[in-house]
């Protein structure tokens, strides 16, 4: 016995006695002895702290991070020894029944230990321990895979025809077939060996794929046609406690041994999965200063901050104090983005003639935000189910742009272009915030059929193109005031879509400054056309962003009562033969979100009336696009009425937008007189 080996054992058992491992290896033993059922091999998890085991010992911890499968069967002897001794499992005959597997807490946080998934070559052949990171984009069923299995030999005579000596154990990144199969041969007599199928252990499996999070870049909509390039995933092998531990279009951090699957004449690497952990990005955003400075500026009023955020928002794309209610509708949905479940969302829909400009403002502003996808047209938006390519024939769901999206936003494009199945599908899940995807059991090999419901938590932008729609329709003959015609479109998507907005341009030409902000780009592309470009940069809005959406909100009750009374109100007034009222449950989700949204973009942690008047005259405005105008008489453009040209309009704007909120106010007492407000007077 080499001595050295001998050492080991003996810190093993130092070890396990130290940090408690020995007490849960003890009561796992009971478990299996309890049930006085006789196995191939017995599974033991044991929970290894590499810092404290180097510590103890360095050349232990040294085997356990460089050659993990040896440093198990060191483990695999003394817990037999142990188990001997101690009579833990009577039923248990030889060592090699014996399955250690070790789980690393943490790895050391050196270069060494990471594998990228985005750096070539990798180390795939040093079968030891990895830590790496990534997103799930597939997920397959959870499948049965042995985790041991007992052989005999057929020649009688032979002392392996007996016993357990000839145990097969499922080694990291080994098929089915490296395990079990029908032509192993004695290692004593070269007789055939036959498995004792009583004996085989079984263990859940389920094959994930992962895909670097910087190919999210590539994603983001950058170039619309994403046809020439293709995902590289990496595929992962979950097994036993950890099938069903992720969840698709997460972000997680796992520590596993790389293997190469050999799977006919092809290769693939994989990562067998030691620990799976969520993935939470380090480093909190901050606000620049300018940012800083222009709040204090603007600290008079509740309104002037995110006017100004919104008029000078993304002028490398366009002009600054243009499309500002489009700006402003884009920087709530921005901050409105949320891992969380059950958040609130802000989808946005828009009415547009002049499309080019409008994507490439949508596009640009979903840059900013780490799961901003732009929808490539040739994949489907909603999770799909196809066959694993790795020849178990197993079904296997594909996460789509909605899914990789999660916590981000999902740039449709143009609406109109999808077919109608796709937009029943696409107005479902604005509804419930998830899809259900069926797994045909006859064509994937299972007895069932299955269904497994995704959760989509996503904001969805698209726009539909005006000038097309009522080129293709008729106009309708009775429209209301204000409506607009979104025919092309089924009415009950449009409500989907929590606002719709109509760029504010007159549909048969640009507004000069943007013709001269479209040619002088044409010239130059790096110009800098604006000083605020230079103040506000697009970083330092991607840093905002990631700040204000991190933002805990609650409402106020002055803020509560105002959005309840404008919505109680609206109901009473919007009215139709055919749906009752024409405001739909969830206008109050919307107002609420929006509200937030828009004391999340001020900084503030305290949604006040201020907040919820924007949040009314948006979607007001926007139910007048739907439906024509109400009793509360909103202008076209009720939240941006004039230019921003200085302070003095500013506060021209505020001035105007308290008249709104008292106008509302009457609105309110006028049609839900039930609701009290106390009104402030100025
Ligand atoms: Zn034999
Ligand atoms: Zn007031």
């Known amino acids: 016995m080499d001595p050295e080996i001998q050492k080991m054992r003996e810190v093993v058992l130092v070890y396990l006695d130290r940090s408690g491992g020995l007490q849960k290896f003890v009561h796992d033993c009971k478990k299996y002895n309890d049930s006085k059922q006789s196995y191939a091999v017995y599974r033991f998890i044991i929970s290894i702290n590499p810092s404290d085991i180097a510590e103890l010992d360095a050349t232990l911890g040294n085997y356990i991070l460089h050659n993990p499968l040896q440093a198990a069967q060191i483990f695999q002897s003394v817990c037999f020894v142990a188990i001997k001794t101690l009579s833990l499992i009577e039923q248990l005959q030889t060592e090699a029944q014996i399955s250690i597997l070790l789980k690393p807490t943490h790895l050391p946080p050196l270069p060494s230990y990471v594998l990228s998934l985005s750096t070539y070559p990798f180390n795939y052949t040093s079968q030891r321990f990895y830590m790496s990171e990534g997103i799930v984009i597939a997920m397959g069923t959870v499948t049965k895979y042995t985790q041991g299995a007992r052989f005999l030999c057929t020649e009688e005579t032979c002392p392996f025809s007996e016993g357990f000596r000839c145990i097969r154990v499922h080694c990291p990144g080994a098929t089915e077939s490296a395990t079990v199969r029908t032509d192993f041969v004695c290692s004593l007599c070269s007789s055939p060996l036959q498995e004792d199928m009583k004996f085989r252990v079984l263990g859940d499996k389920q094959i994930v794929e992962m895909i670097d999070a910087k190919i999210l870049n590539a994603l983001k909509g950058y170039s619309i046609d994403n046809s020439h390039f293709r995902i590289q995933a990496f595929t992962l092998f979950l097994r036993d406690e ?148 790795h020849g178990t024939g197993s079904a296997s769901i594909q996460a789509c742009s909605a899914v990789l999206a999660k916590g981000g936003i999902c740039y449709i494009g143009d609406l109109s272009s999808y077919k109608k199945d796709k937009l029943e599908l696409l107005q479902s899940v604005l509804e419930s915030r998830t899809t259900t995807v069926f797994i045909p059991g006859k064509k994937y090999g299972e007895e069932a059929d299955q269904q497994v419901t995704v959760s989509i938590q996503t ?184 230019d921003l040209s200085d302070e003095n309009s500013l506060q021209q704007r505020d001035i105007y937008l308290m008249q709104c909120h008292h106008q509302l106010l009457k609105f309110i007492n006028a049609y839900s007189p039930g609701i009290h407000i106390n009104s402030h007077e100025e």
């Open 459 to 642: 904001n969805f932008w698209s726009f539909v193109d005006v000038d097309s729609s009522s080129k293709k329709h008729i106009q309708k003959e009775n429209f209301l005031i204000g409506q607009m015609d979104v025919s092309l479109i089924p009415v009950n998507l449009v409500d989907g879509f929590g606002l719709l907005i109509y760029n504010e341009f007159p549909s048969c030409r640009l507004s000069s400054p943007v013709v001269h902000h479209i040619l002088k780009k044409a010239i130059n592309p790096e110009a800098m056309l604006y000083k605020v470009s230079q103040q506000f940069r697009t970083q330092d809005y991607e840093e905002f962003i990631l700040f204000a959406r991190n933002l805990h909100v609650v409402l106020s009750s002055e803020a509560e009562s105002l959005i309840q009374g404008y919505y109680l109100a609206s109901r009473r007034v919007r009215r139709d033969s055919i749906h009752g009222s024409t405001l739909s449950a969830s206008a109050l989700k919307i107002l609420i979100s929006l509200a937030k949204a828009h004391a999340k973009l001020s900084l503030r942690q305290t949604v006040f009336e201020e907040d919820a008047v924007i949040a009314i005259l948006l979607l007001e405005s926007s139910l007048t696009l739907k439906h024509g105008t109400s009793a509360l008489c909103v202008a076209p453009n009720p939240v941006f009425p004039f």
């Open 242 to 389: 950890l099938a069903n531990k992720m969840t698709i279009g997460n972000h997680y951090r796992i520590i596993g041994i790389p293997a190469c699957v050999q799977n006919g004449l092809q290769a693939t690497a994989c990562i067998e999965v030691n620990s799976v952990q969520i993935y939470k990005p380090n480093g909190r955003s901050s606000v620049s200063d300018n940012f800083k400075y222009l709040l204090s500026l603007t600290s008079s009023s509740c309104w002037k901050f995110t006017a100004v955020l919104a008029n000078i928002f993304a002028s490398q794309v366009v002009p600054p104090g243009t499309y500002n209610t489009l700006k402003l509708a884009i920087l709530l949905s921005l901050v409105q983005t949320s891992e969380k479940e059950n958040a609130d969302y802000l989808d946005l829909l828009i009415m547009t003639s002049d499309t080019v400009v409008i994507d490439r403002l949508l596009n640009y502003s979903l840059c900013l935000l780490p799961r901003g996808i732009r929808h490539p047209p040739s994949s489907d938006i909603f999770p799909s189910v196809s066959k694993d390519k």
